[in-house]
């Protein structure tokens, strides 16, 4: 594990690398990933996290990460799966946050909305030379 990347009610979510093992003696260097820890604690939510690993391995999507590997891990010395830790390992993201993204979104959205709010602006001011207004419609330039 290289560090912590955050927590929640009842998971961690880890910035991971590949260890080098007798059968991948050479991992590859460059390759990050996101180790999701969920402990588990009572039936309802180990039921939740299963749940969550079934649909998470049902998806693909350009927009989201795939889920590359789980499994579930008793805590030492208790047999009752409820007190089991979940792992779940994704491919690291690491060009920002979920919220620098949509930051960077948003400001795109609000330069195009004032681009198409100064053109309108302009069309406009030829409305109502004929004594009504017209409607601003799109118009190839």
């Known amino acids: 594990l290289v560090k912590q990347l955050g927590e929640g009610g009842y998971a961690y979510v880890y910035l991971a ?7 991948r003696p050479r991992p590859d260097s460059q390759a990050q990933y996101a180790l999701k820890k969920v402990l588990a604690g009572t039936p309802e939510r180990l039921a939740a996290t299963q749940q969550e690993i079934s649909i998470q391995s049902a998806l693909a999507h350009p927009n989201l990460l795939p889920l590359l590997d789980h499994d579930t891990v008793a805590a030492k010395g208790s ?63």
């Open 79 to 141: 047999g009752v799966q409820e007190d089991a830790s979940v792992f779940m390992l994704f491919p690291a993201y690491t060009q920002g946050t979920l919220a620098e993204e949509l930051a960077a979104r948003d400001a795109a959205a609000a330069t195009a909305a004032a681009g198409l709010g100064k053109a309108g602006a302009g069309r406009a001011q030829g409305a109502g030379s004929n004594g009504g207004p017209r409607a601003l419609l799109p118009t190839a330039q």
């Open 17 to 23: 690398r590949e260890l080098a093992t007798p059968q």
